[in-house]
């Protein structure tokens, strides 16, 4: 059923390579991007440190940059932590059992995360007292992620999204102030990144007011971004998985694309890496077959990476049935197709009407004439997170994250 066929002899790199090149001539022409961009680092000054010493120094510009170091052994200041208990700024998660209701709740030195705070003009947050060493940003990160986003005790999963996320983005900003790398870096952001793309599953198609998917993004492409470069200094042993990830959820980037081709060949060439390429492949060439039928052998982390992209496959899926099969004595069985979009059977059968498909008992009749790419009513990308395999895609949060660390 594909739409771009190979050609003989060209190996399964060098076809993605052209295909490759295809797509960035056609952007040169056209002025265009890709859907999906590339996580480009932003960062700030903290992030281009290096490439800008390294700069200096061919200038023959010796600098002298004092680096500040965090003696904070907690995970929240002290003084954080009286004042927030002064003003009533603890969260429900940082109290001390049994005092939530009271009017000034007590906090629990061993619960409470230092918070998110922006900066400001006059505020020194290069402070040693108020900054923590890496291990003890380690130690954070493990209760955010371990203790809180993968219990099932803390409900609900919105405000312990909304929790974690900002005590996350605080761990990053005392990263970036002391300029760490190093394994225990690379542990930190490889967390921070299955949360984030766990919540970008789990959380969508919720209100704004409890999920902005567009911040989710931004914060995800940064984190992912920093990763791949801490990957560049040195052998790290999740580093396959993560360049698969990256670039199934950067799915259409030509970016992604060229920088998973750069890769050493023992990376290239682990089976995660070319699972997440043969996926890319069928993308690029628009074979929704294929792409789906290798969806199924995707493990859920990849999924929860892969997932914004399904909902278009499959309207693909159904627009090319529908020529291909556009005949008025012509029955296509509905649990044969259900089988190819990878979803239960009602749930095919609601995706086929929403699109103008029509269905007669345990038959689909394709037509091109019926057949509508915009939606007759809005739906939802969580609504088809229902495929067969429930006990493989419909992890808790306390079986994936847990299975990922």
């Known amino acids: ?100 209701r009271d009017r000034l709740p007590c906090a629990d030195v061993l619960r409470v995360v230092k918070e998110y705070s922006r900066p400001a003009a006059g505020k020194d947050s290069t402070r040693p007292s108020d900054l923590r060493p890496s291990s003890v940003l380690l130690k954070t990160v493990c209760y955010l992620v371990d203790e809180i986003a993968a219990s099932n005790t803390f409900q609900p999963w919105t405000e312990v999204y909304s929790f974690v996320f900002d005590r996350l983005r605080s761990v990053r900003q005392d990263m970036i102030i002391q300029r760490l790398s190093g394994p225990e870096c690379v542990t930190m952001l490889e967390k921070s990144v299955r949360f984030l793309l766990y919540a970008s599953y789990k959380l969508c198609g919720q209100p704004l007011q409890y999920f902005d998917p567009r911040i989710n993004d931004t914060h995800l492409q940064e984190t992912l971004s920093w ?49 997440a390429l043969a996926v890319s492949r069928a993308h690029l060439e628009r074979n929704p077959v294929r792409f789906l039928r290798l969806a199924q052998r995707l493990d859920f982390m990849q999924v929860c990476a892969l997932h914004r992209h399904l909902l278009s496959c499959r309207r693909d899926l159904l627009l090319l049935y529908s020529h291909g099969y556009n005949s008025r004595n012509c029955r296509y069985p509905l ?10 059977d009602p749930l095919a059968a609601e995706l086929c009407q929403v699109h103008g498909v029509n269905i007669s008992g345990e038959w689909i009749i394709f037509s091109k004439n019926s057949f509508t790419e915009s939606p007759s009513r809005d739906l939802q990308c969580s609504h088809m997170h229902e495929p067969v395999d429930d006990e493989k895609w419909n992890c808790n949060s306390d079986g994936i994250i847990h299975s990922c660390a």
């Open 335 to 344: 649990q044969r197709l259900s089988r190819l979009l990878f979803l239960k």
């Open 227 to 275: 990763l791949l470069e801490c990957y560049r200094e040195g052998k790290h042993q999740h580093q396959e998985e993560f360049q698969a990830l990256s670039l199934l959820y950067n799915l259409g980037s030509f970016h992604a694309m060229q920088h998973t081709l750069q890769l050493p060949e023992r990376i290239q060439h682990s089976s995660a890496v070319q699972l």
């Open 1 to 100: 059923m594909s739409l771009c066929k190979k050609t003989g002899g060209q190996s399964e790199m060098s076809l993605l390579q052209v295909t490759c090149d295809r797509l960035r001539s056609t952007q040169s022409k056209n002025g265009t991007t890709m859907s999906n961009a590339w996580p480009h680092s932003r960062r700030g000054r903290g992030h281009r440190h290096k490439d800008q010493d390294r700069a200096n120094r061919e200038l023959g510009i010796e600098q002298k940059v004092q680096v500040p170091h965090g003696i904070c052994m907690t995970m929240c200041p002290a003084n954080e932590l009286r004042q927030r208990e002064a003003q009533n700024r603890l969260h429900k998660f940082e109290m001390v059992p049994g005092t939530e």
